[in-house]
């Protein structure tokens, strides 16, 4: 994680702590989880999450056979993925 990204973060969520709980109770999707967009696509893993009062983003890595992807997504488009064991 780049340092500033997580100054941001640390900062967002000090500043704004009852609505980044609502987001994250909400969602439950925290760094770590399997996630897929809702219009469809690979699973994908949460690298990071930055809330603020309007909703929040997500960076999710997959792979796509021959090389590792990572890209920003909104928190709303994006859900729980199922995933059997």
Do not use: Y
């Not at 969520?13 to 469809?40: D, H, N, W, Y």
């Not at 997500?58 to 059997?84: H, P, Y």
């Amino acid at each position: 994680m780049i340092k500033s990204e997580l100054v941001e973060r640390i900062s967002v969520q000090s500043r704004f702590p009852a609505e980044c709980r609502k987001l994250s109770m909400r969602k439950e999707i925290r760094a770590g989880s399997t996630v897929r967009l809702k219009s469809g696509g690979p699973h994908m893993n949460v690298e990071v999450i930055f809330l603020h009062r309007d909703g929040g983003r997500v960076r999710c890595i997959w792979t796509d056979g021959t090389k590792t992807i990572s890209q920003m997504f909104d928190l709303d488009a994006v859900e729980q993925a199922n995933v059997e064991a």
